[in-house]
């Protein structure tokens, strides 16, 4: 496998998944840190990944790195190129919109945590001197198809290309004033009142029924509930 050449400098490297939203591309951060000032730095990403934006800590200042090839499976290009190509670079998160996935350690410079299942990468050449890194991406969004049992029952299936954790699922019910439960298939279990899927109902048109549903789908591959 595919070794960076700077896996003997590399102190940390953390990658955190913002908030999954079914329908919106997922956007991520990755921080990386050497112990000594680098240039011709090689960085994988999932090739999935799309909106790629680096910048890099000089002197307690946030500075754009310009200087950055992207090499997909497909073709390689500069970086303001690809962007181009894939979209508008993306605009900085809240913190708020956070939840806690890191990963640390001393390994070389893989890129995505499941980078060993994933046969092709996205490869980021910067070509700029830097000790500290921080590149933000996008990949594909999470999709919900949905299958009417009867009036008052259907099916939400969650699905995505990667194994986004945390994703906020939602859809309309028929509107009612009775208790809505959410059954989670995969798992054979009523999770209506599971703390970890934070299962809520709301009225969203002020008439006193309920017709809106959303939760948390604590994980994927492919999961389906029931509600």
């Known amino acids: ?8 400098v590399l102190v940390e490297e953390k990658t955190i998944q913002y908030q999954a939203v079914i329908g919106k591309p997922v956007r991520w951060k990755k921080t990386i840190k050497l112990n000594e000032t680098k240039g011709n730095i090689t960085v994988q990403l999932p090739k ?5 934006n680096i910048t890099k800590r000089v002197e307690n200042e ?3 790195v310009e200087k950055a090839r ?8 500069s970086i303001g190129t690809f962007n181009a190509i894939t979209g508008n670079v993306i605009a900085p998160p809240s913190s708020e919109s956070l939840f806690s996935r890191f990963f640390n350690g001393l390994r070389g410079i893989t890129g995505y945590v499941t980078a060993e299942e994933v046969e092709e990468t996205t490869e980021v050449f910067i070509e700029e001197p830097a000790i500290e890194l921080e590149i933000e991406y996008e990949t594909e ?3 919900a198809t ?4 009867s009036p008052t029952e259907k099916k939400v ?6 194994p986004y954790e945390n994703i906020l699922t939602f859809t309309t019910i028929t509107e009612t004033d009775q208790k809505v439960n959410l059954f989670w298939d995969n798992e054979n279990r009523d999770v209506t009142h599971d703390s970890q899927i934070n299962f809520n109902v709301q ?3 002020g008439n006193g029924l309920n017709d809106y549903a959303e939760w948390i789908t604590p994980h994927l591959s492919t999961q389906t509930f029931t509600i």
């Open 48 to 52: 999935e990944a799309t909106n790629i």
């Open 203 to 205: 009225d969203t048109n």
């Open 70 to 77: 992207v090499k997909t499976p497909d073709f390689e290009t």
């Open 157 to 162: 299936t969650i699905d995505a290309t990667l």
């Open 146 to 149: 949905e299958q009417e049992i």
């Open 1 to 8: 496998r595919h070794q960076s050449p700077i896996t003997s």
């Open 62 to 64: 946030t500075v754009e």
């Open 141 to 143: 969004a999470p999709v």
